[in-house]
């Protein structure tokens, strides 16, 4: 159970294949590990389509916060979180810069990349990284958009 939990945590930002870097590789996998570990926190929200965006984890401190239900957290220690990260970094592959967009008024560079997770075939996504290195907003394989925040960051209550 704890490991499914440690997976969803980082299954946005990373997956399992083995992966041979390309620079723009790099960017989005340095990204995705800064990501994590942004010393501020972080709030990761999803949207899946027709369904209202929902909270989906908070990282605050030492700690990562995982939505079970509505009002309903599960903890794990954020070094768990950022270990399975960076064991799983290896995600990225396919990858080129589309262009530039604005999110949540962060000037980002869109990435489009190919991810696989968990034993799924191989699929488009696409991330977009603002001038700070984080990622803002990631559409995943499969319908997905995952949005982050990184101010005011709190432990949910």
């Not at 949207?47 to 929902?54: H, I, K, M, Q, T």
């Not at 990858?95 to 968990?118: I, K, L, M, W």
């Not at 997905?144 to 101010?151: L, N």
Request: aromatic fraction near 8%; hydrophobic fraction near 45%.
């Amino acid at each position: 159970m704890r490991r499914a939990l440690l997976a969803a945590a980082v299954a946005a930002l990373c997956a399992r294949p083995v992966t041979v870097w390309a620079d723009d590789c790099t960017v989005l996998r340095d990204a995705a590990l800064a990501t994590l570990q942004v010393p501020s926190g972080m709030r990761q929200f999803l949207a899946v389509g027709n369904r209202p965006e929902r909270l989906v984890s908070v990282a605050a401190g030492d700690k990562v916060y995982l939505a079970m239900a509505p009002g309903q957290w599960t903890t794990l220690p954020r070094s768990e979180v950022q270990a399975e990260g960076l064991a799983a970094a290896k995600v990225y592959r396919d990858c080129h810069a589309v262009g530039q967009e604005e999110v949540d008024g962060h000037a980002a560079t869109v990435y489009a990349y190919t991810a696989s997770f968990d034993g799924m075939p191989a699929a488009a996504a696409r991330a977009w990284i603002g001038r700070d290195g984080l990622i803002y907003r990631q559409a995943l394989p499969r319908g997905g958009v995952m949005r982050y925040e990184f101010k005011d960051v709190k432990p949910p209550r």
